[in-house]
């Protein structure tokens, strides 16, 4: 069983028992989050697909960590100007483990 599902505008693909890394959330580590935008659940014998997501359907995740990824170099350059700027990010995430699909 598996099911899409959108987190803050990006869709995943999540089964029960799996950890996936998503963008940053604002609940704490421990605390349940329950995502409501159900955009396709699947078992062995049949596909439900949603326009545009499926009601009465939910993935219930816990938080398991914050943290922050590889960091990322900007660098911008144009010839002949004397302009250089290197610059660096590292984008935070929320590991959640995914605990059911109902």
Known sequence: MF???????K???LSPK???TVDRLPNKIGDK???DKVLLISDDKKTNIGTP?????RVEAKVLEHGRGEKVIVFKKKRRKDYKVKRGHRQHYTTLHIEKIS
């Open 3 to 9: 099911a899409v599902v959108e987190i803050q505008g």
């Open 11 to 13: 869709q995943y693909t």
């Open 18 to 20: 799996d950890t996936v």
């Open 53 to 57: 997501s499926l009601d009465g359907h």
């Open 33 to 35: 989050v329950s995502f």
